[in-house]
């Protein structure tokens, strides 16, 4: 007795990759077939262990620069070359502890930035955990652009992007106002499948950029910039959908 | 219009496409280094791979035009990984991609839980799976990639790209339930 659902269906289900109706009639097989359960189980342990291990490999600050360098970009004439050629045996020591200190500042800074970007992570976790608080979730009830966005109007010093993708699985469910990192932003509320997607709007000064990603206590995030907004999605779905909700927003 | 004539200009990719570069590929740096790692195993040999990656996307990148700017280059780095990995390792290519379905492996989350713990563990256990199943899980599960990135990506159908994905996480799993041996000797006593 072997379901064949296990080794197809099941993994598109895990990836947050069948389309509504699909994934409700896979939840009605898992009602009654017993094995489904268990691998779904085993599935769901596999992923956890494999994000808890950290697996993820980040290019070192030694590649980092090589690229830059072969960019032809200003950062790879930093390396004082010229200077060093002549100098006294004894003064290699020195030259070394320089580069030793400047190693120790760059993974400084590299931790440094990790630091700030899980603190961001964190920051916006949190503001998505109390949203689900109930009575927290929504300022403005309606799954009609027409209504959310006029009810921005007047409290906020930005226009946010409000948009319904019902169409595309994302039907609108309101909006409202939050605090994040001590600033006020607008929060676009969506629903994807039984799950809540926040997604949180304040004006950026950079120019648009490529999303970057993470989890963080199980959440998932995904930030991007587009037109003067920044914008960061954040649910409990697969990092997937928060991917085609970012391609909503942008195209 | 002769399609060459953009061509005919200089090698060297003008300012503006530099910034252009350096804002839309460039912070994909961390995602092309660790593909590599993973399908060279190794991060010396990823470092070179991902610096020559960059380096040619950076020179084809007039044929990028828009569109997920992550997704053109890991199928740039991934080239290049097989690329290295032909006249390198010839051998490990050699695996076949396994059409058979294997039975599955009875797994309880608690016993994986246990297993999966150990960062060793896991790491040796996936790189023990053939090149073919590493991809699409280190894509799926550590890169976040949508199946259908995953398909532009590695060039798969779109429609396989679940089906590899369950062969190589039932792979995965059989490897990390297997007993180990001298372990689970040990604990008997």
Not at chain 1, 31 to 43: I, K, Y
Not at chain 2, 65 to 76: C, E, K, P, T, V
Request: include cysteine.
């Amino acid at each position: 007795m072997s379901c064949e659902l296990t080794q197809s269906v099941l993994h598109g289900y895990v990836d947050g990759e069948l389309d509504a109706a699909r994934a409700a009639d896979f939840e009605r097989h898992l009602v009654s077939c017993a094995e489904c359960v268990a691998a779904l189980e085993a599935q769901e342990a596999l992923r956890s262990s494999l994000q808890r291990a950290g697996l993820y490999e980040r290019a070192p600050l030694t590649l980092r620069k090589k690229v830059r360098a072969d960019l032809g970009s200003p950062a790879a004439d930093q390396i004082p070359i010229t200077a060093v050629s002549r100098r006294p045996s004894w003064a290699w020591l020195a030259i070394a502890a320089t580069f030793v200190l400047a190693a120790l500042i760059g993974w400084r800074l590299v931790e440094m930035r990790g630091a700030r970007e899980s603190a961001y992570a964190s920051a916006i976790v949190d503001a998505h955990l109390r949203s689900l608080q109930p009575g927290h979730l929504e300022d403005v009830v309606s799954t009609d652009q027409h209504t959310v966005k006029p009810w921005f109007d007047g409290k906020l010093d930005f226009a946010p992007p409000v948009r319904d993708f019902a169409g595309d699985g994302f039907p609108l469910q309101g909006g409202r106002l939050d605090a994040v990192g001590g600033r006020t932003v607008a929060v676009l509320v969506y629903a994807r499948r039984k799950h809540i997607v926040n997604v949180f709007v304040w004006p950026s000064s950079g120019g648009d950029a490529a999303p970057r990603s993470g989890s963080h206590l199980g959440y998932q995030w995904l930030d991007w910039r587009k037109d003067g907004m920044e914008m960061c999605a954040v649910s409990d779905v697969a990092a997937a959908d928060l991917d085609t909700l970012q391609q909503l927003f942008i195209n | 219009m002769s399609a060459g004539a953009e061509e005919r200009g200089s090698d060297v990719l003008d300012l503006q496409d530099r910034a252009r570069f350096e804002q839309l590929v460039l912070p994909h740096l961390d995602a092309a280094f660790n593909l590599a790692r993973w399908l060279l195993r190794g991060r010396t040999d990823a470092e070179d791979v991902a610096q020559e990656a960059m380096l040619r996307a950076f020179r084809f990148f007039r044929g990028f035009h828009g569109g997920d700017a992550r997704a053109w280059l890991l199928q740039i780095v991934r080239n290049t990984c097989y690329t290295w990995l032909e006249k390198n390792r010839p051998l490990e290519l050699t695996t076949e991609f396994d059409e058979e379905l294997y039975p599955q492996p009875s797994v309880t989350p608690e016993s994986l839980a246990i297993a999966g713990d150990n960062r060793e563990r896991l790491t040796r256990a996936l790189e023990d799976l053939p090149p073919h199943f590493r991809e699409v899980l280190v894509l799926r599960e550590l890169e976040g990639c949508s199946y259908k990135e995953i398909a532009a990506v590695t060039s798969m159908p779109i429609g396989t790209v679940m089906s590899a994905l369950a062969r190589a996480r039932q792979r995965l799993l059989r490897r990390l339930t297997q007993p180990d041996s001298a372990k689970s000797q040990e604990a008997k006593r």
